[in-house]
Structure formats: structure tokens, C-alpha cells
């Protein structure tokens, strides 16, 4: 059994990357899939392509630990990760200065809403810092809940199906802050609003009103279960598995918090989504062959919630006023409707309510974010994946043609752009073979010859109402227009497209009433008549001005959003993931072969497999690599003077690549591997990590001197006139680490990412017996480690010493510390609800300044230190010896160093004096000894401004003036 490299306790399944498959076919592919998913390995590489499969459970490899892991790490370095992919969007934005975008695509249920997610999740956390900055970050992470609320919904293939497609722009500051951003939605699934499939639900938002709402406020929006609306209980679905309603309901409340919404707006929201049910049970009945309203009971919460009567509802719903033009004259005609064209009008309400309400949403998001120009973005796309269900009709058309379009720009950049450029730049290459769906989307989107969108708008042009027989003339002109094109087959009452993904039959039902799209201004002119300004705000049409030409389409509003979407993609540097669904059950490990073999079928793994397997992982432009890599050689460095090739061929010399593994086109340097890259870069960091750790030494030590006084000052503060001190402690440099912990990597490594190190020290811990050992003491901002040595006994690294963390204590659960009043070094930590350790270290007045400081900072209260020669600890409970405490007697004797003489649960500790305990300053001789040795020495640990404070003399102030002179 194989485990990965980086954990003695991961097993490894198949290959990280599939470019390393021995065989390259569809069922190596499948099989290595498997392998990875039934052993919880859900990510998988294709060079830059990440490949995810949905595990329908949560996984433990997305903490904080592995965003400090994967954070600045290159590639190869860790296993595949959704956090890699960002990782490296992230640096490649700050590196190339260009904007990034992830296009994230799949079938419904295959997880791309939650690999989105994740990314968000990873760049807020690695990004920078501020008040302004967190709260961009908290409205990029709360605007998920709020727009998954209301754009999210159960279908029978994913509980959690996004019913909109969602671009998110995050911009970003020079540094690599997030300063703004801006939130695009696409085609939102309003159809849903008024009806849906069986075993499906309507949008999460009514759910979730319906569960969490106040019982005082359930009173005044007319609430009750779900199933007295109509809206809601024609699909018989109201529960789902793994979705609490009533904890999502808060949670989409304090995300329009986040947003600063007022109480007055998120109330109007509450309103407009309850006055939707209310609408959906409003029905009709034939009266002398027009509507009429069922039971006018039903118009009196969505007039009051709605702010208008229930008669202008009722007038509104059941006629229709309509402009009719003879010979120059124009005349104003009421027109009753029949029941049909009634429940017509009363969903189109409803769908234009709840589609407003949305957009405003999203505008809500967008001016909490205030986009920022900066000129660096990261993009991430996710939106609706491919669809295939028993019916089929318009909404499933145009998320089709939208995933159409983004598989062509897969293919476009992936396979036909990569290939077209080694035969650009002269590079030798085997052209491969695949499937370019660009005929697809011209079948659907094109004008001349007329596509299908381009037939669909001819026919609702002609429509002046809501006409019997739209559908089958669309199906008419289709087979006169497309008929005879390779991937559109007609027929019934249908036809069917054959997509990348497949062949999809579309239900004709329905196509020229959704794409019409229609709000007559009869409905628009109720709204505008609310007492309610937030809903007059969602209605700012002009209903008086006369339109010229012809009404926008929703095909058409699709098709322009689709290629604005690909233009904006199209200007960033493109990352994919791909995501699979594994099974049609919902169940983590369920692996249905066809099903994933298809996908990998369509979504052209294995043409991708086989570009990356042949081609080059890495390409740029001469000037961009000469910069980036100048610094790797001193010739280069900081600017190649002669001729770029010969530039490039002496830094790939200096590293020792194999001529074979690049090549320079006529504009480009192509590098075949990543490993080859890795190392280029892994040359480059190490120039810059010298240098950087020169100046971050020289400063160091500067801030060090310059500092050391103050800092002497506060320490000297804690022990004044409590405790002796040692004759040359008082004078000596604050160093901080006194371990090298720049020469023990592993020591860094047991201590978080981004936590630094304030003082690090070898310091001796005695245990209940008073035996001494030693440990490694490591102070940061929020906690203490006390780090020892353990032997491996298992495994291959058997017999090996490594570090291990032997206490971990939280800087704010020390209660106090107690010293004793003597020149000694020991020192007892005591420890709220816990055990106490009894410790001995030299340098424990440093130590003991920067805890009280950071102690201060984590609790705002001073760090208790108590003085007394008679001191106690509590220890640490074991399995044949239970917890209780034990004695230190401090005795003064002869002799600096402390003898130490235990008896039973006391140790008496003896020692001599030291200095008394007022002294603050260096002694005469002491003084003199100290000059004298910095002329020998030819060194001063203080700059000149630090004398004059340190020497109260006058002639000791014109001696230490004199000797920095001399030293000058």
C-alpha cells in the first residue's frame, strides 16, 4: 500500500497528476478516478487542470492547517487541492501583475457551488489584513448564504442546485489586498418561482422564511406551513437531507447585516418573498367565458404586504388595458381575460417580483463591496452545470447553450489556442485530434444563417398575445432553417441538440411564452402604485414611453450575457476545474462507471491529457522570463544586456537544465516539465531568501540596539526592589532567540504559518520528582510550547529522534507567575484549570518582559507576578500517581550557582547573593570594565542616543561619547 510522502498516514491511491498515466484511454482515466475517490482523494491533476470529483460528505483536508500548508507552496510539493489552484492564482496575479479567473464547470451536482467556496474561503484567509480589507472579506464570504438563499433551490440531481449563474470579481491592491469587488449574476430560473418538477423544491428562500421567522412577525407576513401554498406543494417536496432551514434563515439575516442593510429594506425583502406565496394561491374560475377571482380572501395579504388594494390586485389579474391604433387614431381598450391568461398574469407578478428582488439583492453585494479599479482581479465563475432531465425546455436550453460557450473557451485555450502557438513559434509539434464544439454554439447562437435563438426571436415577434400555437411554428421554422445540420434532429413535439455532453431532448412546450418574457404595463403600473417606495424602487419603468423595435428577449438577454462573460474571461489568465459527479444517488462512495466515463468522454480529459503529456507546462514571453529570473545569475542580474536567447541559455546553464527540457520559440521560452520550472523558481527564492535574510539580520540588529534600553527598562520594572539580580544581567543585550532557530527549520515548523516567534530559549522543566529535562521554549503571540524529543518506534523512520510538542499553553490561560525573591533562574507557570510548570532559564527577565506584554495584548490586564522564597506548584496527574502539588525552599548560601536538594515533595534550592534588589544601572568598576572592553572589542552595543540615558555621571557620559568617536 502506497502513502503519501508528506504523512506517515495518508494513503496515496493511483497518480496526483493523470499526465503520468502509463496508458492514456478513457478507462485508465475512470479507473485512476475511482482509485483517488473511494479513498477519499477527491482532487486530481491534469498539469494546471484540476480535476474534482463530488464526494457527497465533508472531507477533513480543509482546515486552517491546510491552508497554512498549501499557502506559498509550489505544485508538486502536497497532494492535489482546490487550495493549490488558488494559491497559485493568487501568486501568479501578484507575480505577472495580470488578473486571474477560475472557470469552474460540470454538470448539476457535481460540486463546483462548494469548490467556489473553498477558493473564496482560501484568498480571504492568505490575503492581507486592515479593518477595510476584513470587512471586504466578510462581504465576499456573506454574500454565499444570502444569494444561495434566494438562488439556490433542490432539483432531483443536486439538494443544493445553483438556479443562477454567478460571476465574482474580487479586486485587489498592489500588496495583494482585497480592496473591492463586484458580484454578476446570470439567467436566474424565475420559471421556478411559480412551479417545479416532482421531488423538487422552489428557491431556499421560502423555506427558509417559512421555518426561521419570529412567530410575531409569522402573524403579520400571513406565514404558515408549506403546504397550504401552492407555490410550494405542487412538487410534494418540503424537506431536504443535510439542509437546515431555520439555521440557514439566520444565518441569510446576518449576511444582510454584513450588508448594512436597514431594518426597513430586509423587512421590504421579507414582505415581497411572503406576498409571492400569498400570490400563488390567488385562482380563478370561469365566469361567462372570462376569469374571475375564486375567493377574494386570497387578495388581501399580498395587497397588504404588496401595499396596494385588493381591488386594483383583482383588476389588474382578471383585464388587461390595451392601446389599439385605426387610421392615425388611438384608442384605450379594457380587455377581460379567461382563466388562463389570468394565472398567466398572476405568475408573471410573481416571477417579475421575485427576479427584482434578486437583482437587488446582487446591487446590495455589489455597494457593500465598492468595486475598486485596481487593474488586479481574481475571478470565480460558478454557474449552472449541464443539465439532462426527463423534460427539458427553455430554462435547460439556455444553461446548455451557457455551458457550451464555456467549453469552448476550455477548448479554445486548452487544446486549439496551445496547439495553434507551437506552430506559431516554431516549435516542433504532432498536431492531436479533438472535438471543437464551436459548431454547436453557432447552431444555437448565430444570425446568418439563423440559429435556433435567432428563429425562436422571429416567432415571438409575430406574437401580440399569449397564442395557441407559437410552439409548433417554432418547430416549423427550426426544421426549415436547421433541419438538415449535423447536430439538431427534429421531430414530435420537440427536438433534440446534441451537445458536447451529449444529446439533450428539448420539450417545444412553453419555448415562446418564457422566451417572450413579458410584464405588461398594466402589472408594472400596480407596483409603481404601492405605498411600499422600496417596491416602487424595483419598478423604474416609464410605461408612457413608447418603445421602438423590438422587445428584448430572454434569449437574447442570455446569448449578450454569454459573450460579455467570455470576454471578460477571455482578458484573464484562466484557470479550470473540472468537477464530476460520481452517481445519481447523492451517497459518498457510489461510483457509477458509464456515468463518469461519459463525462470524462465529454469533457475531453483525455485530449487534454494527451496536449499537456506532449506539450510544454510552461511558456513566456523572452522580456517577462528575463525579468523574472534575472536575479538567478550575476551576469543577468539586475538587466541582461545582450540578446535575449543567449540571456536565457546562460540562466538555464547555471542551473544545470538539460537542453531537451526547453525550448526558445521565436517570442517564447517554452519549459517541457513542471519539475524543471520548480527548479528555476526554487533558484530564485533561495537568491532572494539570502538576501532578504541579510537585510532582515542587519535590521534586526539595528532595531535590536536601539530597543534594548527601553526594553531593559520595562523588565527591570518587574523585578525592582523584588528580587536580587545577577551581577551581569542588567547590562546585556535582548536577543529574543537564543535557540538559532533559523538553523532548525523543524522547530518553525511545529508553530502555525503566521505565527511569530517572539522568544525562543533551552530551558530546563522539572517534573514531579524534581528531574530535570530539558525543553525547547518557544513563546509566540498566543501560545507557549515547551518542545522535547521523542524516539520513533514504528514505521519506516524508526529509531529517529524528532520534536514534539510536549505542552501547548494559551498566553491568556497563564494565571500567574511566581520567582523567588533570590538571584535564581527558576520560575513557576501557573495555569488556569490545569497542571503547573516548574522551569529554569537564564534569560527569564527577557523571557518574562515579552509574556507580560503579550499576555496584556491578549487579555488587557497585567501578567500577576508574585515574589516569595517559599513557593508551590500543581502536577500534572498520572496513571499510578494522582495530581497534587510540591514545594520550592529557596535558602540563601555561598556561590552563584543554585544547589538544589530534594526531599520527598520539597526541593530546597540554595544560592548566594546577588546585586540588591534596587539595582537598575551598571556599577563604576562595572562601567569601566565595560568601557575597556569595547575599546578592545572595537564594538559599541549602543548607538550614541542611548548613552546619555544609561550614564547618569557626568564623566561617565563624556567617556562613552569619547569611545563612539573613537570607534567612528
Excluded at 475511482?34 to 487542470?49: A, E, L, N, Q, S
Aim: proline share 3%; net charge positive; hydrophobic share 35%.
Amino acid at each position: 500500500m502506497a502513502y503519501h510522502w508528506q504523512s506517515t498516514n495518508v494513503k496515496h491511491s493511483g497518480v496526483d497528476d493523470m499526465v503520468l498515466l502509463p496508458k492514456i484511454q478513457e478507462s485508465a482515466i475512470v479507473d485512476n478516478l475511482r482509485k483517488r475517490y473511494m479513498d477519499d482523494w477527491i482532487f486530481t491533476y491534469i498539469g494546471p487542470v484540476l480535476i474534482s470529483v463530488n464526494p457527497f460528505k465533508q472531507l477533513s483536508y480543509f482546515t486552517e492547517k491546510e491552508i497554512e500548508i498549501y499557502q506559498g507552496a509550489a505544485q508538486y510539493e502536497n497532494p492535489p487541492h482546490v487550495y493549490a489552484l488558488a494559491d497559485n492564482m493568487y501568486r501568479n496575479m501578484l507575480i505577472d501583475r495580470e488578473s486571474q479567473c477560475v472557470i469552474i464547470s460540470g454538470e448539476s451536482g457535481a460540486g463546483k457551488t462548494v469548490q467556489a467556496k473553498y477558493i473564496m474561503h482560501f484568498l480571504a484567509k492568505v490575503s492581507g489584513g486592515g479593518v477595510r480589507v476584513q470587512h471586504v472579506k466578510d462581504i465576499i464570504l456573506e454574500s454565499n448564504p444570502l444569494l444561495e438563499a434566494f438562488g439556490n433551490a433542490k432539483t432531483v440531481r443536486n439538494n443544493n442546485s445553483s438556479r443562477f449563474g454567478k460571476y465574482v470579481e474580487i479586486q485587489f491592491s498592489k500588496g495583494g489586498e482585497p480592496v473591492g469587488g463586484k458580484v454578476s449574476n446570470f439567467l436566474l430560473e424565475k420559471s421556478r418561482v411559480v412551479g417545479q418538477n416532482a421531488n423538487e423544491r422552489n428557491f431556499h428562500a421560502f423555506y427558509q422564511l417559512i421555518a426561521g421567522v419570529p412567530s410575531q412577525l409569522k402573524e403579520t407576513l400571513g406565514i404558515t406551513t408549506a403546504d397550504y401554498y401552492y407555490y410550494l406543494n405542487q412538487s410534494g417536496s418540503y424537506k431536504v437531507e443535510g439542509i437546515d432551514d431555520k439555521a440557514d434563515f439566520t444565518e441569510t439575516m446576518k449576511a444582510m447585516d454584513v450588508m448594512e442593510m436597514t431594518d426597513e429594506d430586509k423587512m421590504s425583502v421579507l414582505q415581497i418573498t411572503a406576498s409571492i406565496l400569498h400570490l400563488g394561491n390567488i385562482s380563478f374560475t370561469e365566469k361567462g367565458n372570462y376569469a374571475a377571482v375564486e375567493n377574494d380572501d386570497y387578495l388581501d395579504f399580498p395587497a397588504f404586504l404588496l401595499g396596494v388594494t385588493p381591488q386594483d390586485i383583482k383588476t389588474k389579474l382578471t383585464s388587461r388595458v390595451l392601446d389599439s391604433k385605426w387610421g392615425g387614431r388611438s384608442e384605450v381598450i379594457d380587455v377581460t381575460l379567461n382563466t388562463e391568461q389570468a394565472a398567466y398574469t398572476r405568475d408573471a407578478l410573481a416571477k417579475a417580483l421575485y427576479s427584482r428582488l434578486f437583482d437587488y439583492l446582487v446591487e446590495v453585494v455589489n455597494k457593500a463591496l465598492k468595486e475598486e479599479r485596481t487593474g488586479l482581479s481574481t475571478g470565480i465563475l460558478d454557474i449552472y452545470g449541464f443539465e439532462i432531465f426527463q423534460k427539458n425546455g427553455f430554462e435547460q436550453f439556455c444553461i446548455n447553450y451557457v455551458n457550451e460557450k464555456l467549453q469552448q473557451i476550455f477548448i479554445e485555450l486548452t487544446l486549439k489556442a496551445e496547439q495553434e502557438e507551437y506552430v506559431q513559434e516554431g516549435i516542433k509539434w504532432t498536431p492531436i485530434d479533438y472535438f471543437n464544439n464551436k459548431i454547436v454554439c453557432e447552431l444555437i447562437e448565430t444570425k446568418s444563417p439563423p440559429g435556433i435563438m435567432c428563429v425562436l426571436d422571429d416567432v415571438c415577434a409575430t406574437l401580440h398575445a399569449v397564442t395557441e400555437g407559437a410552439d409548433d411554428t417554432l418547430l416549423q421554422k427550426l426544421s426549415g432553417a436547421v433541419g438538415q445540420h449535423q447536430h439538431y434532429q427534429g421531430g414530435g413535439t420537440g427536438f433534440v441538440i446534441h451537445h458536447y455532453a451529449g444529446k439533450v431532448s428539448y420539450e417545444c412546450e412553453g419555448f415562446c411564452e418564457r422566451n417572450r418574457d413579458v410584464l405588461f404595463n398594466d402589472i408594472v403600473q400596480l407596483m409603481q402604485s404601492s405605498e411600499n417606495p422600496f417596491i416602487v424602487s424595483l419598478f423604474p419603468e416609464n410605461v408612457k414611453q413608447q418603445t421602438r423595435g423590438r422587445p428584448t428577449t430572454a434569449s437574447c438577454k442570455i446569448k449578450h450575457q454569454a459573450n460579455v462573460l467570455v470576454e471578460t474571461l477571455m482578458k484573464c489568465t484562466p484557470h479550470y476545474i473540472r468537477c464530476i459527479k460520481p452517481n445519481e444517488t447523492k451517497q459518498a462512495h457510489d461510483w457509477e462507471e458509464n456515468r463518469v466515463k461519459h463525462q470524462v468522454e465529454y469533457l475531453g480529459l483525455k485530449e487534454n491529457i494527451r496536449v499537456r503529456r506532449a506539450g510544454f507546462a510552461y511558456r513566456r514571453p523572452f522580456a517577462k522570463f528575463l525579468n523574472r529570473y534575472a536575479i538567478v545569475t550575476p551576469e543577468t542580474w539586475p538587466t541582461w544586456r545582450g540578446e535575449p536567447r543567449q540571456g536565457i541559455d546562460h540562466i538555464m546553464a547555471s542551473v544545470s537544465m538539460d537542453r531537451d527540457q526547453y525550448q526558445l520559440g521565436k517570442s517564447k521560452v517554452f519549459i517541457k516539465a513542471p519539475e524543471s520550472l520548480f527548479l528555476l523558481e526554487e533558484v530564485r527564492d533561495r537568491k532572494f531568501d539570502g538576501y532578504a535574510r541579510a537585510i532582515q539580520k542587519a535590521f534586526r540588529q539595528y532595531i535590536a540596539k536601539k530597543h534594548m534600553f527601553r526594553l531593559k527598562e520595562q523588565a527591570a520594572d518587574l523585578l525592582t526592589n523584588k528580587k536580587q539580580r545577577r551581577r551581569h544581567s542588567l547590562n546585556r543585550n535582548f536577543v529574543g532567540d537564543y535557540i538559532g532557530l533559523e538553523d532548525k527549520p523543524q522547530l518553525r515548523a511545529l508553530v502555525g504559518k503566521r505565527e511569530r516567534i517572539e522568544f525562543a530559549d533551552t530551558v530546563h522543566k522539572y517534573d514531579r520528582r524534581f528531574k530535570a529535562a530539558k525543553r525547547d521554549m518557544l513563546l509566540t503571540a498566543k501560545y507557549l510550547y515547551l518542545v522535547g524529543r521523542e524516539v520513533i518506534k514504528k514505521g519506516p523512520e524508526k529509531g529517529q529522534v524528532r520534536e514534539i510538542i510536549k505542552r501547548q499553553i494559551p498566553v491568556d490561560s497563564i494565571k500567574q507567575v511566581s520567582m523567588s525573591t533570590m538571584q535564581d533562574d527558576f520560575f513557576i507557570l501557573h495555569v488556569k484549570n490545569e497542571y503547573d510548570s516548574f522551569l529554569q532559564s537564564v534569560f527569564k527577565t527577557e523571557f518574562l518582559t515579552t509574556l507580560s506584554k503579550r499576555f496584556k495584548d491578549s487579555t488587557a490586564s497585567q501578567l500577576v507576578i508574585q515574589f516569595s522564597d517559599s513557593l508551590e506548584f500543581s502536577v500534572k496527574k498520572q496513571r499510578f500517581d494522582g495530581a497534587g502539588s510540591r514545594q520550592v525552599q529557596f535558602v540563601q548560601g555561598a556561590g552563584d550557582v543554585a544547589q538544589l536538594k530534594p526531599s520527598g515533595k520539597t526541593l530546597v534550592i540554595t544560592i548566594g547573593p546577588g546585586l540588591p534588589k534596587n539595582s537598575r544601572k551598571l556599577y563604576d568598576g562595572e562601567w569601566l570594565y565595560f568601557i575597556s572592553s569595547s575599546l578592545k572589542q572595537r564594538t559599541v552595543a549602543l548607538p550614541l542616543s542611548e548613552y546619555p540615558t544609561m550614564v547618569g555621571d557626568p564623566w561617565k557620559k563624556l567617556l562613552a561619547i569619547t569611545l563612539f568617536l573613537f570607534m567612528q
